[in-house]
């Protein structure tokens, strides 16, 4: 994956002051000061590299229109001030002599096959910040698969007072990149989950947050492109219904009901799952579309989407999007909403304002999606 530059001045051993209204950014690491926001969203970090000749900073989707400007001071510390930055969150890092590096002082997130720095401007928003309410936690398991010939670690949401009764379950995936810590971590999904159960917003759930890989040692050697996705995607659908939905339901206190979702590649699993098993999932959420491997004449030509259309159940269809997402993911939309149109088959949309593809618009889709859910 390229990542694109974000345009920049270089201002050479300049003493640049900065403005006493800037707030320390909540992804700062604790008793560190940068990196900071104003309330015009502009944003300052400060680093030390202290041999560097070049420090240019560099992000995903949301940091591609901010200009930034630099400046080294004699005490290696290099001060980069930014134009007014989107809503969000936003994974960034510094090119240090054409070398990727992770800011100091921020806290990482695994995020384009790595961890990775991020900084969160404020939307103004608090539907997932964490109150005072009961809280539900997250805790750790896995489970020997024989698809993938070994352990797949995965996260379980436990509502507050989880035990008092059976519940349906949400699994629930992540994108290309990332990993199930992303849920919990860039996607505060406890706090977003929580907030709603004590509002009485949404039904209480359990929430499996499961790895969106699948594949066997022979399979991983394949090269990263997208019939290796596909073949994975189906390698989960087997795991989803074979092996993870019994371990789930042995282990834990549920219902029959069942939801999936996902984001980006994980909606395009969600779909395929859902899709497949559609007497199985009472609902099926779709942030940020894609699907893979379709021609213009077959664009569901690895995406069994028509069993919807036969299906008795007819599963709830749910579609979020970034307003500012690139027109690739408007493109799978389209698609989608055109099939579903044309078959008089029933979906919700949700166009997530001023976001990209990046995890505000999945917050926001998580917590729109949960709210129809097990009704």
Known sequence: MQYPKISFLLILFSSVAFSQTYKTSSTALPGKEFPKIDAQKKAEFQVYFPDATSVILEGGDGMQSIQSSVSKGKNGFWNVSTSAMDIGFHYYWFNVDGQRTNDPNAQLYFGYGQPTSGIEVPSGEDFFFEKNVKQGKIVNDSLHSKITQGKRNFKVYLPAGYGSKKLPVLYLYHGTGEDISGWEKQGYIVNILDNLFAEKKAQEMIVVMDYGVALNPEQDKMPDDFPRTVLSSKNLDKIVVGELIPYIEKKYKTTTQKAIAGLS???????????SHPEMFSAIGVFSPVIYEGTEREPFKELPIG???????KPY?????????DKRFFQFNKELTTFLKKNKYPYSFYESPETYHEWLTWRRSLYQFTQKIFK
Do not use: C, D, T, V
């Open 265 to 275: 590649r994980g909606s395009y699993q969600a779909m395929l799952i859902g899709s």
């Open 307 to 313: 069993n919807l259309l036969k299906s008795k159940k």
């Open 317 to 325: 269809f749910f579609i979020g999007i970034g307003e500012k997402e």
